[in-house]
């Protein structure tokens, strides 16, 4: 089945506590996405990426890393957690082709709590 | 910059009764608007996609139209029912290497 995964569906952690939220696609897609969501504020892109070793960043990069080392994969990498990133987070990925529709695919997202 | 403007109050509306979400935009016309449904703590699900030189597309229950003179997108479901409450994004899209940007959404409330 053609998904995005993501891990941990669920974390809570404390401020400075670094971690990573694993992404990965199996439709062998060139564009990855991080976004992350808040109520009232939308979907707000975090760090992009249109293939392996090219990343750039979206709207919100501050306090986030990610690397793309692999097509499949794009883990999002949270050095020093703090509260105000506390938020639910999507991974997507597309395959622009000849079309350059870009249609997302998105992951299940992954609720992050920090304390 | 490249704004996407949905409305923020919920849209309320009785079974069977059809549903119009507006998407409006600014600045220069996308190659592409694309609508998503989004339910409570999940990822966005693709519904349609319009070009920039169509004036409607149906699938199913479903209709999008791009008027450039407007800069709007109007999101139709006919015969709704209770099952299409959720979330619906606009997104805007130019095609190659682009960077989509989503509207905030509008949440849609069909009451049985």
């Known amino acids: 089945e053609a998904q995005v995964t993501q891990n941990p569906r669920y974390l809570i952690t404390v401020t400075g506590k670094k971690l990573t939220v694993t992404c990965s696609q199996n439709?062998?897609?060139?564009?990855m996405s991080w976004y992350r969501q808040d109520p009232g504020l939308g979907l707000r892109q975090i760090y992009y990426?249109?293939?392996?070793?090219?990343?750039d960043k979206g709207d919100v990069p501050e306090g986030y890393k990610v690397s793309r080392k692999e097509k499949r994969n794009f883990p999002l990498i949270l050095e020093s957690p703090s509260p105000n990133q506390t938020s639910l987070y999507f991974c997507?990925?597309?395959?622009?082709?000849?079309?350059?529709?870009?249609?997302?695919?998105f992951g299940a997202g992954s609720r992050l709590t920090v304390l | 910059s490249q704004k996407i403007e949905q409305n923020s109050e919920a849209l309320n509306i009785q079974e069977g009764k059809t549903a119009t979400l507006t998407c409006n935009y600014t600045?220069?016309?996308?190659?592409?608007l694309q609508w998503y449904r989004q339910d409570p703590g999940r990822g966005p699900v693709f519904l349609l996609l319009?070009?920039?030189?169509?004036k409607e597309k149906r699938k199913e229950r479903l209709k999008v139209t791009f008027d450039t003179t407007l800069k709007q997108s109007l999101f139709h479901i006919t015969a709704s029912q209770p099952a299409d409450s959720a979330t619906y994004l606009c997104?805007?899209?130019?095609?190659?290497?682009?960077?989509?940007?989503f509207g905030r959404g509008t949440s849609l409330i069909v009451h049985p």
């Open positions: 997507a990925s597309s395959f622009s082709g000849t079309s350059g529709a870009n249609v997302l695919t």
């Open positions: 600045n220069y016309s996308p190659a592409y």
């Open positions: 319009i070009r920039e030189n169509e």
């Open positions: 990426s249109m293939n392996v070793e090219v990343t």
């Open positions: 439709m062998n897609h060139e564009y």
């Open positions: 997104a805007r899209a130019s095609g190659g290497s682009y960077i989509p940007t």
